[in-house]
């Protein structure tokens, strides 16, 4: 079967550095994404990756390992409004996105 | 510029009743796709279609069934709504299929009693 895990929910403190990790068992694999969902709003994207390494996008950075299945997302300097769920999801072999439950991230002041 | 809007934002339903939800964007992308969004659990596909004329099945199709006329309108029916079927449902476009970033609608919170 396919799996995405992620923790369902983790607590950093704003100004801090937080990492959330995402691991996966698919059939296949074209890629990899990160989403960020406000509560009561729509997924938009953050990162995507399909080759090993990190992915630098201002205060956030997106790491993958193929070999491992393992990716994660990290975000610098919290700010309250990076409180959001964070998406990790799999471009199948059928090119099919393949979502995780999502992190719930609290940031505390 | 609207990008992606859905119809109606929510909804009450009775069991039984057929429902239409409607989708349309105006980036000219190729791919649409409906997903219905539970929680604890992630997003799930349920139709999906990569151009114009053409549609498929995604994870959980049971029960929902769509077409694709044009590019810009991909409206999912719920041709008997149950209870099961309450969620909410985006959804979502990219300009081709693959690994293109999506992009998502506000959702439509559907209630079905």
């Known amino acids: 079967g396919q799996n995405i895990d992620q923790p369902t929910e983790m607590t950093a403190t704003e100004g801090a550095i937080v990492q959330i990790n995402c691991t996966y068992q698919?059939?296949?694999?074209?890629?990899l994404f990160w989403y960020q969902q406000h509560a009561g709003e729509a997924p938009t994207f953050l990162s995507y990756n399909v080759l090993d390494g990190l992915e630098e996008k201002g205060r956030f950075s997106s790491f993958l390992s193929r070999s491992k299945g393992y990716s994660y997302l990290l975000l610098k300097e919290l700010q309250m409004k990076d409180s959001a769920s964070y998406l990790c999801a799999v471009l199948d072999s059928n090119y099919q996105l393949i979502w995780g439950a999502g992190t719930k991230l609290i940031i505390k002041p | 510029i609207a990008g992606i809007t859905q119809a109606p934002t929510s909804q009450i339903l009775a069991a039984g009743r057929r429902m239409t939800l409607r989708c349309t964007q105006d980036m000219r992308h190729n791919a649409m796709y409906w997903y219905r969004q539970d929680l604890g659990l992630g997003l799930r596909l349920i139709h999906y279609s990569n151009t114009a004329g053409t549609t498929g099945k995604g994870e959980v199709p049971d029960g929902y069934s769509v077409s694709r006329a044009n590019t810009d309108d991909f409206p999912l029916t719920l041709a008997s709504a149950v209870p099961s079927q309450t969620s909410v449902y985006f959804c979502a476009s990219s300009e081709g299929a693959g690994g293109n970033e999506q992009f998502f609608g506000p959702g439509t919170r559907l209630t079905v009693l």
């Open positions: 698919t059939s296949g694999f074209n890629g």
